[in-house]
């Protein structure tokens, strides 16, 4: 059975620093991308940074410069994001697109006060 758990919210300062870490466990046939979200409250889910197979990197234009999506193998994904603003709280997902099917996980909660 396939689970992704992130962790590393929390609350920071704006122009603080916080890392999210999202550990999978089980087996996840041929991914295709790897990927962090956030949802802020009334708002919908959107795309933060996503990483591919080969390693490419996209980003939403909002945390250009600031986040950096890494990843070790399939087992761990990480999003080091630096200078906050107030705009970043939100609860983070972490998303796996493999070949057959879409997994989640749970959410960390990110506050940045300003």
């Known amino acids: 059975q396939v689970q992704l758990v992130e962790s590393g919210g929390g609350l920071v300062q704006a122009g603080g620093s916080l890392r999210l870490t999202c550990a999978v466990s089980?087996?996840?046939?041929?991914?295709?991308?790897m990927a962090w979200y956030r949802q802020a409250p009334g708002e919908q889910r959107e795309l933060v940074a996503a990483?591919?197979?080969?390693?490419?990197t996209n980003y939403a234009e909002s945390v250009k410069g600031r986040f950096t999506i890494s990843r070790v193998n399939a087992a761990f994904l990480y999003l080091q994001m630096n200078s906050l603003k107030s705009g970043d709280t939100a609860v983070y997902y972490c998303?796996?697109?493999?070949?057959?099917?879409?997994?989640w996980g749970q959410g960390t909660q990110v506050t940045v006060s300003s």
């Open positions: 089980g087996s996840i046939f041929s991914i295709n991308v």
């Open positions: 998303r796996i697109r493999g070949a057959l099917r879409d997994y």
């Open positions: 990483i591919t197979s080969g390693g490419g």
